[in-house]
């Protein structure tokens, strides 16, 4: 679809939205003006990216799961916003990982903001999963740098066991930017994909007040 919406949905949701679900945004400052940008975030709930994309003054192009493709509300609103579809199962599941890394690559190319919540999928107890190394991947083969973000509240707005919102208020701490030029010459390194991932995902932590817990090398 060529026509973007996402400016008429923030638009449209924004006022609400902070009214009704957002406490405080911290350190706004530190998302550049222009260029590009991959935004990582922790995962609890499916107002983690309707809060993000309201409160970040530029456009975030999403990994959007298989999900939202199902039902025509959903596939309508991702495909009208531009955002990046990625099959999580099934036997296309590593085609779809590459072309949805191919197009980021693309948008991030362009000066664009690509957004990834790299534990892929939400929380079912509100801590923190063991993330994936594809924001790292993006980072490299992009040469952009990361903005971690921690979100406090959303688990308790809407947690994955739920249908409909609580009133509830979110807080949202956003990081300065990670760069990681050293390893650009490493990007299909499973080590150092996994060692940027790490530091990644403890600076996460720390901005929503949690721990992590996965600091394996694998």
């Known amino acids: 679809m060529n026509i973007n919406f996402y400016p008429f949905f923030r638009f449209a949701t924004k006022p609400f939205v902070k009214w009704l679900w957002i406490d405080q945004v ?22 983690d990216f309707i809060c993000l994309s309201t409160i970040c003054p530029r456009q975030i192009h999403y990994f959007a799961a298989e999900v939202f493709y199902k039902k025509w509300w959903w596939r309508l609103i991702v495909q009208s916003t531009q955002q990046i579809k990625i099959e999580r199962y099934g036997p296309n599941k590593k085609e779809s990982g590459k072309e949805a890394i191919r197009q980021a690559v693309h948008y991030l190319q362009e000066g664009k903001v690509c957004g990834l919540f790299p534990e892929g999928t939400r929380s079912r107890t509100g801590k923190m999963q063991k993330a994936f190394t594809g924001a790292a991947k993006l980072s490299l083969l992009s040469k952009a740098p990361i903005i971690p973000i921690g979100i406090i509240g959303t688990y308790e707005i809407m947690s994955p066991h739920e249908n409909f919102p609580h009133l509830h208020k979110s807080k949202i701490k956003i990081g300065k930017p990670m760069r990681f030029s050293q390893f650009e010459n490493q990007k299909n390194d499973p080590l150092v994909l996994r060692k940027i991932t790490n530091q990644v995902m403890q600076k996460i932590a720390e901005l929503s007040e949690q721990e992590y817990l996965f600091n394996e090398s694998q």
């Open 26 to 47: 911290d350190g706004l400052k530190n998302i550049p003006t222009k260029g590009p940008l991959i935004i990582v975030a922790n995962h609890q709930s499916y107002f």
